[in-house]
């Protein structure tokens, strides 16, 4: 199974798609008083090919439009975040406090010691470092009242209900599945959507609820990453691939 194919059956186990008409009747009538026509095979690896384009093509087209995607489906899991698609997004707070919902500020050497996994950084060092809820390290670059880019880690195993935030995107964020180094992922754009940490339990942490901008995420090794920043969708694939 090529790249292409492991995305598109990652991506379509998480897609809630409704239930699809019975369309036998139709065809059969179509059908009727037609000569039979020889039919010719194709080679299975040319009709795998050709469905996942076609697959592609369909659900690109209909994610870019705000009430087709709707109709598509309007729930995601991927990355441990729980992506909900909405008609309108709830007010927001009128003051968050992004450290707070971090975690406590620690040095990148004590994040390093204290996670359950390999830590990957950037090419250049984040300004704070944060430990946080399900023992996600958090990397900020800028201040928490300045933020330029967020970075988080966090082991998949530590979440007992694999869910780690969860996010409400209205009709005017753009969802796009993409490909982050073999490995599935979803990224954000448009309108900015809301975003809130879950606990160990799965409740909302009240105090982290706010308004995020363009988001990257994905899964890797049992570990989600979330890449949060002013950026496109070309230069966040491109930070995501600079991570070592």
Do not use: C
Request: net charge negative; glycine share 10%; charged share 25%.
């Amino acid at each position: 199974m090529n790249e292409l194919e492991r995305m598109l059956v990652a991506l379509g186990g998480e897609l809630d798609v409704p239930e699809a008409p019975d369309l036998a009747p139709g065809v059969l009538q179509a059908m009727e008083g037609r000569r039979a026509q020889p039919v010719r095979r194709l080679p299975r690896r040319a009709t795998l090919v050709a469905v996942a384009v076609v697959v592609l093509a369909a659900l690109g087209a209909t994610l870019a439009i705000p009430d087709a995607r709707s109709a598509l489906f309007r729930v995601l899991h991927i990355g441990g975040a729980r992506i909900e698609l909405v008609d309108e997004l709830p007010r927001v707070p009128a003051q968050s406090d992004l450290e707070l919902s971090l975690g406590t500020r620690v040095s990148l050497e004590e994040a390093r010691g204290r996670a359950s996994f390999d830590v990957r950084e950037l090419d250049d060092a984040p300004d704070r470092v944060y430990v946080g809820l399900n023992d996600t390290v958090w990397f900020l670059y800028g201040s928490p009242a300045q933020v330029r880019l967020l970075l988080s880690q966090t082991p998949l195993h530590s979440v007992d209900q694999g869910l780690l935030v969860k996010k409400l995107s209205g009709p005017g964020t753009r969802v796009e599945p993409v490909g982050v180094g073999g490995a599935p992922g979803v990224f954000l754009s448009g309108d900015s959507h809301f975003f809130f940490l879950l606990d160990e339990l799965g409740n909302p942490v009240e105090e982290s609820a706010r308004l995020a901008r363009s988001v990257l995420l994905w899964e890797r090794g049992g570990i989600a990453y979330r890449l949060e920043g002013d950026f496109d969708r070309d230069e966040a694939l491109e930070l995501a691939r600079s991570l070592r």
